[in-house]
C-alpha cells in the first residue's frame, strides 16, 4: 500500500509529556483517528483502537516506558513497536511516524492501516518438507485460545521448523468467550483466523482425538490410528464441562453443557424460533449467567444454585446481589440456596427432560436445561500414562515457563495447567486459572520459552470480563482467599470497583461503569504499586496512583 502524508486535525505541535496520549483525528480521511504517545521519549502514531474488540486506547492506560494496555479487555500493546505484549489481542497496532512544521502535525501511513488500527502478525514461513529423525517439529494438542497463542508466538519469535495442530472440535480455533454471551454458531464468523492465515504460516491442521502420548518416543497417537512424532510437544486440551451425577441430568436428552459450537448449536436447535421456552439453568456462575442473559428474552429462564448470591465466593454478597436483581430486572427467576434432586422426563416426550426437582419438593418445569457446573481439566487420555502424574483435579502441574515437571520438552498451558503464581498474594502458589486470556498468555509465555529458553518472559495478571446487563471486568486472583472487599461507588447502579483484599494487600479487583479502572488496576498489581486496603477504605481512588515506568 502506498504511504502518504495526512495532516492531524487541530493539532498545531507536538508537546506530549513523557507517558502521555491523546487521540486525534486524521485531516482527509473521514472517521479516522490515531493515537499520539509519547512512549520512552519517543512521540509517534499508533493505532487508535484496541485490536481486540475495537475499544478506544485513549481510554486505556499508558505507562511512561510504552505500555499501553486496553480499558476494556486487558490487552496490552507495546506502545514503541506496536507488538503484542498480553491476550487476548492477537493483531499488534500499526506504528505511523510523525512530523511537525509549519505549525502544523502530520502523520505518515497507508490508509487502511490508518483506518483498520491494525498489524497484523507476518506469518509467512515455508518449512522444508524434508522428513528426517533430526527435522524439528513441535506438536500442540487442542486448538483452543492458549494453542493459538502458542502459534502466534512461535513465528513471531522466528521459530520455521514444522508446526502441527491436532484438534477434536472441528474447527478453527474461535472467540468461545462469545458462545455463552451471545450463543453465536457459526464457527467461521467465531473464528481469529482463516484457514489461509495458518497455511501461510506452514501450520499443519489436523482434524483428529488425541488418545495417548507416548513421551519417551516423543510421539503422540490419535484415535485414527495416526502417530505424529515430535521435537517439543505442547498440550493445550482445555476444559471439559462437569455433568451432574443425579438422577436424570445424564441419561435425559435437552440437558446441555456449554464448551463449543456444537454445544452452543444444540441449544438454540433446542430453544428453536417460536414459542417461549422454560430454560432452567443450574448453576449461577459466569457461563450460568451469561446464558441466562442471553436467552431471557424470549424464554422463561430460572437460575437454580446452592449459594444465597450468585458468584457470592468470587465477588461478595454485595456485589453478587447487585448482578441478581440486574438478571431479575430482565426476567430471569433465581432459586438460590436450593438443592437439586432430580430431573425427570417429559410427559410428551419421555426421551427428553420435562421437568427439574428441588429436595425441598419444589418443582421447575422445563424443556431444556443448561449445566453451568463448572469445568473439569480435558487429560483423560493421560489418566493411565506411566511417565506423566495428573494432579488430584485432573491438572497437569507445570513451572513458570508452563514446561511441565518432570518432562523435558513439554509444556501444558490453559484449563489443564496448574502454574505457579506471582500475582498479589499469590506467592509462588500453585493455582490453576480458566480464563480465557491465561491460557493464550500461557501459550505466548511457553513459545518464548521453546525458541530462548534462557529468556525470561514477565509475568502477566489474569485478567477475565463478562456480561452480565453490564459489563464486568476482573483482574488479580482470589483463589487463595480474601478476607474483606472495599468498595467505592454502587453496585445497585453497575457503576462500582470492588477491591478483594487479604490482610492489606488487594489480590483481585472487579469494575463496572468506572473504565479504565481495572486496567489501571492491574497495570499497577503487575507493578507491586497497588493501593493498599487502608489506603482505599480512606478513599484512594486507584486511578489517582501514579504508574511507574
Not at 505484549?85 to 500499526?94: K, T, W
Not at 488500527?117 to 524439528?136: D, I, K, L, T
Not at 516423543?218 to 495416526?226: D, E, K, L, N, P
Not at 446481589?321 to 416426550?349: H, M, P, W, Y
Request: net charge neutral; with cysteine; proline share 5%.
Amino acid at each position: 500500500m502506498e504511504k502518504k502524508e495526512y495532516k492531524l486535525k487541530d493539532l498545531p505541535s507536538l508537546s506530549l509529556a513523557l507517558g502521555e496520549k491523546r487521540e486525534v483525528e486524521v485531516e482527509g480521511l473521514e472517521g479516522a483517528k490515531v493515537l499520539l504517545v509519547n512512549a520512552a521519549g519517543r512521540i509517534q502514531a499508533v493505532g487508535a483502537k484496541c485490536t481486540h474488540y475495537g475499544a478506544p486506547l485513549a481510554k486505556g492506560v499508558l505507562t511512561a516506558s510504552g505500555r499501553l494496555t486496553c480499558p476494556w479487555h486487558g490487552a496490552c500493546f507495546d506502545a514503541k513497536t506496536g507488538d503484542v505484549e498480553d491476550a487476548p489481542a492477537l493483531d499488534a497496532l500499526p506504528v505511523f511516524p510523525v512530523t511537525e512544521r509549519d505549525g502544523a502535525v502530520y502523520v505518515t501511513g497507508d490508509e487502511a492501516a490508518i483506518r483498520n488500527s491494525r498489524r497484523s502478525a507476518r506469518m509467512n514461513c515455508a518449512v522444508a518438507a524434508a522428513a528426517g529423525a533430526g527435522r524439528e517439529r513441535i506438536v500442540v494438542v487442542g486448538g483452543g485460545s492458549g494453542a493459538l497463542g502458542v502459534v502466534e508466538g512461535l513465528r513471531e519469535k522466528g521459530y520455521a521448523g514444522a508446526l502441527t495442530i491436532i484438534s477434536n472440535e472441528g474447527y478453527l480455533p474461535i472467540d468461545r468467550p462469545k458462545l455463552s454471551k451471545a450463543l453465536l454458531t457459526d464457527p467461521a464468523k467465531l473464528a481469529w483466523r482463516d484457514k489461509s492465515w495458518f497455511e501461510a504460516g506452514s501450520v499443519e491442521w489436523v482434524d483428529g482425538e488425541v488418545t495417548d502420548v507416548d513421551f519417551a518416543a516423543r510421539s503422540v497417537s490419535t484415535r485414527s490410528g495416526a502417530k505424529f512424532s515430535y521435537t517439543k510437544l505442547v498440550l493445550a486440551t482445555g476444559g471439559r464441562p462437569r455433568r451432574l451425577p443425579l438422577p436424570g441430568f445424564d441419561d435425559l436428552g435437552k440437558v446441555f453443557t456449554l464448551r463449543n459450537v456444537h454445544d452452543a448449536k444444540a441449544i438454540v436447535d433446542a430453544i428453536g424460533a417460536t414459542a417461549e421456552k422454560r430454560i432452567v439453568v443450574v448453576g449461577s456462575s459466569f457461563i450460568g449467567l451469561e446464558v441466562a442473559n442471553a436467552t431471557c428474552k424470549a424464554n422463561s429462564v430460572t437460575i437454580v444454585d446452592m449459594a444465597r448470591t450468585p458468584l457470592e465466593r468470587v465477588l461478595g454478597e454485595k456485589v453478587g446481589a447487585s448482578i441478581q436483581r440486574s438478571a431479575e430486572g430482565r426476567g430471569v427467576k433465581f432459586c438460590n440456596g436450593a438443592a437439586l434432586d432430580k430431573a425427570t422426563c417429559s410427559t410428551s416426550d419421555p426421551a427428553n427432560v420435562g421437568a427439574v426437582h428441588l429436595k425441598d419438593g419444589t418443582r421447575l418445569e422445563a424443556d431444556l436445561v443448561i449445566l453451568g457446573v463448572g469445568v473439569a481439566p480435558e487429560t483423560e487420555f493421560l489418566r493411565d500414562n506411566k511417565m506423566l502424574r495428573l494432579e488430584p483435579d485432573g491438572s497437569i502441574m507445570t513451572d513458570e515457563n508452563f514446561e511441565v515437571r518432570g518432562l523435558k520438552d513439554v509444556y501444558a498451558i490453559g484449563d489443564i495447567a496448574t502454574y505457579p503464581y506471582h500475582g498479589p498474594g499469590g506467592d509462588g502458589k500453585p493455582i490453576r486459572i480458566e480464563h480465557w486470556n491465561v491460557a493464550q498468555n500461557a501459550g505466548r509465555t511457553a513459545a518464548a520459552h521453546m525458541t530462548d529458553p534462557s529468556a525470561r518472559r514477565p509475568g502477566f495478571l489474569p485478567v477475565f470480563w463478562s456480561a452480565l446487563g453490564g459489563q464486568l471486568r476482573y483482574c488479580g486472583n482470589a483463589a487463595n482467599g480474601w478476607d474483606d472487599v472495599v468498595l467505592q461507588g454502587d453496585p445497585a447502579e453497575a457503576k462500582f470497583a470492588a477491591y478483594y483484599c487479604r490482610g492489606e494487600t488487594v489480590v483481585a479487583m472487579a469494575s463496572m461503569g468506572r473504565d479504565p479502572v481495572m486496567a489501571q488496576s492491574a497495570e499497577l498489581m503487575r507493578l507491586g504499586r497497588m493501593a493498599s486496603k487502608s489506603q482505599l477504605l480512606q478513599g484512594m481512588d486507584a486511578m489517582d496512583v501514579g504508574v511507574p515506568p
